[in-house]
């Protein structure tokens, strides 16, 4: 036993066996990044999705996290809610949710705040780079 009893075993499971670790390249229009950080800590998370254009659903998802093990267990279970659903669907994913499905303790709430915030800005994205595409179609030639 590493870590301290403080952490659940969900916990200590994402964080020795995390999921969906990696990336996707951020140029492909099929990918949304995002990348966000925690001022109080200095962490940083970088979750994308990989979007079937055609029906909005996400096909894929990954994470690379630096920062506290919490933070990477929490980017590690966003990335398996994501995958298979619908882009309106994740933007519903709660902070609160991750945190009671790993039993963070109070400190380490603002470490599933990072996955929901990363889950938002990868969608955020992803809606920008479409629009851009769109646009760029209509005024071309
Ligand atoms: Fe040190 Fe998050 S505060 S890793
Ligand atoms: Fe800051 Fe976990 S301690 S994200």
Same mark, same amino acid.
Not at 17 to 20: E, I
């Given at each position: 036993q590493l870590l301290p009893r403080l952490y659940h075993e969900r916990v200590v499971d994402h964080y020795n066996?995390?999921?969906?670790v990696g990336s996707f390249?951020?140029? $492909?229009?099929t990918v949304g990044t995002g990348l966000v950080g925690a001022p109080a800590c200095g962490d940083v998370m970088k979750l994308q999705i990989k979007v $079937? $254009?055609?029906?909005?659903?996400?096909v894929d998802a990954c994470f690379k996290t630096f920062g506290c093990g919490s933070a990477i267990a929490s980017s590690s279970v966003a990335t398996e809610w994501v995958k298979g659903k619908q882009m309106e669907e994740v933007l519903t994913i709660k902070n609160t949710e991750i945190a009671k499905h790993l039993s963070l303790p109070p400190v380490k709430l603002h470490c599933s705040m990072l996955a929901e915030d990363a889950i938002k800005a990868a969608v955020k994205d992803y809606e920008a780079k479409r629009g851009k595409l769109g646009a760029d179609t209509e005024s071309a030639p």
């Open positions: 066996n995390p999921r969906n390249d951020k140029t $492909d229009p $079937d $254009d055609q029906t909005g659903k996400i």
